[in-house]
């Protein structure tokens, strides 16, 4: 395994730790991480002057070893950063608990407009039975076709 005529053992090894770094990027699962981390500690065992067979066996040992430590951790890290359900909620399916207030009377079946966010949403009660006064509070509990429905 001698490459010194084609590549240095050191810049294998960093090239691997960049490509695995980029990998995680775009992949954000943590194993990726996890690899750039050991390919990184053959990089060193490399500038050390380690024998490949040593920079292989330090590779392996940190890639256990980071699979144990840091894949936990940058995990963690990751679902705190994910969004949340109301965050990644789109079109419609966003609206949902946003509360409102009534510009005018809601009464029985019908419908008014309101605003929401600058846009015009047409609402109706949830409940037809049950009639609403202008001023109202009421929170869009869903959907029916373009209509919003709203409930107290």
Do not use: H
């Not at 001023?135 to 429905?149: A, P, R």
Request: net charge neutral; proline share 3%; with cysteine.
């Amino acid at each position: 395994m001698d490459f010194t005529g084609i590549i240095s053992m050191w810049s294998l090894w960093l090239l691997l730790t960049i490509a695995l770094g980029i990998f995680e990027i775009f992949t954000m699962s943590a194993i990726a991480l996890c690899l750039a981390v050991a390919t990184a500690s053959g990089l060193i065992a490399a500038l050390l002057g380690a024998s490949p067979e040593w920079q292989l066996l330090t590779v392996a040992l940190a890639a256990v070893l980071a699979l144990i430590f840091v894949a936990p951790f940058a995990r963690r890290l990751l679902k705190k950063s994910a969004p949340s359900d109301r965050e990644a909620a789109s079109n419609m399916d966003a609206l949902i608990g946003r509360r409102i207030t009534l510009p005018a009377d809601l009464a029985g079946g019908g419908t008014v407009r309101v605003k929401i966010d600058g846009d015009s949403w047409q609402v109706k009660a949830a409940d037809p039975q049950i009639s609403y006064d202008a001023g109202t509070q009421m929170i869009v509990c869903g959907y029916d076709s373009i209509v919003l429905l709203v409930s107290r």
